[in-house]
C-alpha cells in the first residue's frame, strides 16, 4: 500500500486549505483500511485531524470539526481530500494522509507529508 499526499505549500490567512492523498495497492471502499489525515505542527507532537471510512462515514477532530471536510473520489476511488476552511497561521503544519486498520489503533501506511504553510 502507498499514500501520496500532495497540495499547495502556501495559503493565504482565511482562505481554504486543500490536499489530496492518491492511494495505491489498496481501495478505499474495502473494508480494510480508515483512511486518516494527520498534522503536526512545528515543534510540536502529531494532530488527528479527521478520517474516512469504507463507506464515506467521516469523523473529524472536535477542535477542527466545524472548518474540516473529508471526501472521496467517486468515480474511480483512488483518492481522498482534506478541505480545511478559514485557514490562519496556527493551521500550519505538515499535514500527513494515513493509513489505519479497521479494528487497530495504529497507522500501518503514510503519504510523505506536505508542508502547508498559512501566510500573507
Known amino acids: 500500500v502507498q499514500l501520496h499526499d500532495a497540495g499547495p505549500g502556501l495559503v493565504k490567512p482565511s482562505e481554504t486549505l486543500s490536499l489530496t492523498c492518491t492511494v495505491s495497492g489498496a481501495s478505499i471502499t474495502a473494508n480494510t483500511y480508515v483512511w486518516n489525515w494527520i498534522r503536526q505542527p512545528p515543534g510540536k507532537g502529531l494532530e488527528w485531524v479527521g478520517s474516512?471510512?469504507?463507506?464515506?462515514?467521516?469523523?473529524y477532530s472536535p477542535s477542527l470539526k466545524s472548518r474540516t471536510s473529508i471526501s472521496r473520489d467517486t468515480r474511480n476511488y483512488h483518492y481522498f481530500t482534506l478541505q480545511l476552511s478559514s485557514v490562519t497561521p496556527e493551521d500550519t503544519a505538515v499535514y500527513y494522509c494515513a493509513a489505519r486498520p479497521v479494528g487497530y489503533y495504529r497507522y500501518d501506511y503514510w503519504g510523505q507529508g506536505t508542508q502547508v504553510t498559512v501566510s500573507s
Open positions: 474516512i471510512d469504507f463507506s464515506g462515514s467521516t469523523t
